[in-house]
């Protein structure tokens, strides 16, 4: 008898016992997501520490996720809004701009591509969400995690699991989502364009550039000041040949901290308790929509300014113009050398690509001007 006690005490001490069906089957998820970073090495920067962030948040009565838990002082930096601007930090150190300079008339893409948040933004309000709520769940269409975060943190906090994992995972798993539509509104001839070579951009416009899109979107758009400062910054860093050791440190190993606890913190908001519900179901669901009617839309652009143009642009690049860096153009230009081996449009998407990360900042900014928030 002494010893069932003894056992059952232990059994009652361990995280088994609380384990229920929904922990298991999140568990499982998390699996996948390590699986498709792993052997499929979908973005496997962000679905590693997702999907194991995801597994611990399910392990009942380790500690971790309590207040002074190791990974709940992790998520004080997505709660207090810290890793976004350090995320868009060590994004512009590692970006060049060239390619959006050297050819802004494709910026247009960037907008084009953004339809997608509005449709979902429009699509949650008829599903009975407020209007912060829907303007946080349409914001996943950018596909702009950090700008994801941003919003949601000062629009509805309390959604942060949902869309911030819906962003994160949607971006992941691009390689996936993106290809059929692509492929389904656009021809083969239309998948084989080649573009002309971009014009050389000069130092000076690049130094220049990120001083004065500081100037303007921070005198504009306030409530984004944040973020667009650092990934200014960062671009500053990068451009101006004086600080490598800097530019290389924010786009190095400090990128790589702060990826690693983003991306476990967020993996970590997947509990079975709070994750599991219709409304999570909905803001899925809704986020997917959101990624597939920008990428319609971007390719629906691009295939007009190709008319437009005389048949001299690739509809496969307007798909770059959400804000997804550098995943959107890669899978552009996957797509686009399956038709031609020749035909490489990574510097081309390139510039909708970047486009795409002004207009969910804009977007984004937009909305929270619009709802009073600073």
């Known amino acids: 008898m002494i010893i069932l006690k003894l056992l059952k005490s232990m059994l009652q001490s361990t995280g ?114 407020t209007i912060q709520e829907s303007s946080a769940i349409g914001i996943i269409g950018g596909a702009d995690g950090p700008m994801a975060i941003y919003v949601t943190q000062k629009l509805a906090p309390y959604l942060m699991a949902q869309i911030s994992v819906a962003a994160y995972s949607y971006m992941a798993l691009m390689p996936l989502i993106q290809p059929p539509i692509m492929k389904l509104l656009t021809t083969k001839s239309e998948r084989q364009i080649m573009m002309k070579q971009l014009r050389p951009v000069s130092k000076v416009e690049k130094i220049v550039f990120p001083i004065i899109i500081t100037v303007i979107i921070d005198l504009l758009l306030p409530p984004i000041a944040p973020l667009i400062t650092m990934l200014m910054l960062g671009n500053l860093l990068k451009e101006s040949g004086v600080v490598d050791r800097l530019a290389k440190t924010a786009s190095g190993e400090f990128m790589n901290v702060i990826t690693i606890l983003l991306g476990i913190s ?109």
């Not at 081309?348 to 001007?369: D, R, S, W």
Request: proline share 5%.
């Open 266 to 374: 967020i993996g970590s908001t997947m509990n079975a308790q709070t994750f599991l519900t219709i409304k999570t179901l909905m803001i899925i669901l809704l986020g997917l929509v959101a990624f597939m009617t920008g990428t319609a839309g971007g390719i629906l652009g691009a295939k007009l300014l190709n008319k437009l143009s005389g048949g001299k642009i690739n509809p496969l690049i307007g798909s770059a113009g959400i804000a997804s860096v550098p995943i959107a153009a890669r899978v552009s230009h996957s797509v686009a050398i399956k038709e031609n081996p020749y035909n490489f449009l990574i510097m081309h998407a390139m510039g909708p690509n970047l486009a795409g990360v002004f207009g969910t900042a804009i977007a984004g900014g937009i909305m929270l001007a619009m709802l009073g928030v600073h």
């Open 16 to 129: 088994l016992v609380h384990l229920t069906a929904g922990n298991i089957f999140l568990i499982l998820i998390g699996m996948v997501l390590i699986y498709l970073a792993i052997v499929k090495k979908y973005e496997p920067f962000l679905l590693l520490p997702i999907g194991f962030g995801c597994i611990v948040a399910n392990l009942p009565s380790t500690d971790l996720l309590n207040t002074g838990g190791l990974i709940n002082l992790f998520y004080l930096g997505v709660k207090k809004v810290i890793y976004p601007p350090l995320i868009f930090l060590g994004v512009g150190a590692m970006t060049d701009f060239g390619p959006m300079i050297a050819n802004p008339s494709l910026m247009i893409l960037g907008a084009f591509a953004h339809i997608g948040i509005f449709i979902a933004l429009i699509g949650a309000k008829a599903l009975g969400f």
